[in-house]
């Protein structure tokens, strides 16, 4: 296993940053069913987040967006404000064994969905 030291890590997590924040409004957290496609679109803030000790903290939580669908939700994808994906491959699920927890993944259309805690740690 490679290890690299807290300021590359550092380094790298800005990186990240850069990225949402590229293009001319906010970045989001994209939730997605696995056949209907997007459930709801969470705004970030800009900037998305700040790093410290090799830990992005997301910015100005708790963040929030509505549901498009019934459904559950069993994936997400952070983008920039244009739609490029950033991050991808985020599972959704009610355990600490998924990248997201949520309470439930079953919504309702209309819904509101409240992103409370985020963070993504640097290796």
Do not use: C, H, W
């Amino acid at each position: 296993m490679l290890n690299y030291s807290v300021a590359t890590i550092n380094s790298r997590l800005n990186a990240v940053i850069s990225n949402i924040d590229a293009g001319s409004s906010f970045g989001k957290v994209r939730l997605l069913s696995s056949s209907a496609g997007t459930v709801s679109l969470i705004p970030l803030q800009k900037p998305s987040g700040t790093v410290l000790a090799g830990i992005l903290t997301f910015s100005g939580l708790p963040l929030a967006g509505p549901t498009l669908l019934s459904t559950n939700i069993v994936a997400a994808d952070v983008e920039d404000s244009t739609g490029t994906i950033v991050i991808s491959g985020l599972t959704v699920g009610q355990s600490t064994a998924y990248d997201i927890l949520m309470g439930t993944t079953l919504v309702s259309a209309g819904q509101t969905i409240t992103l409370t805690s985020a963070t993504i740690t640097g290796v």
